[in-house]
Nanobody
Framework: QVQLVESGGGLVQPGGSLRLSCAAS????????MGWYRQDAGKVRELVATIDTGGATKYGDSVKGRFTISADFAKSTVWLQMNSLKASDTAVYYC??????????????WGQGTQVTVSS
């Protein structure tokens, strides 16, 4: 079985910082990328950031310049450094692993989510 464990969420004030982490374990096959997505109440799940094994990153428009993603794929671990937080960043943040098997099958795995609340 595959398990993704997220940590680091919490309550912060606007302008503050928070660092999320996610460690994956189990039969993940070959990891291609890891990332973070978020979903607030009444909203669709949106991309926050992803990073692949070559180091290429992708960020959602709303977080560019404020968030930074990093990973240690040997340890199946990904982090998200969040700076200059805004109230609109409030959401449940989900860790994601995208992997492929030898026969070309694609697999997406998700953590249970960690709540980030930005409020004064």
């Amino acid at each position: 079985q595959v398990q993704l464990v997220e940590s680091g969420g919490g309550l912060v004030q606007p302008g503050g910082s928070l660092r999320l982490s996610c460690a994956a374990s189990g039969s993940l096959f070959d990891i291609y990328a890891m990332g973070w997505y978020r979903q607030d109440a009444g909203k669709v799940r949106e991309l926050v950031a992803t990073i692949d094994t070559g180091g290429a990153t992708k960020y959602g428009d709303s977080v560019k310049g404020r968030f930074t993603i990093s990973a240690d794929f040997a340890k199946s671990t990904v982090w998200l450094q969040m700076n200059s937080l805004k109230a609109s960043d409030t959401a449940v943040y989900y860790c994601n692993v995208y992997s492929t098997s030898d026969d070309g099958e694609e697999y997406d795995y998700w953590g249970q989510g960690t709540q980030v609340t930005v409020s004064s």
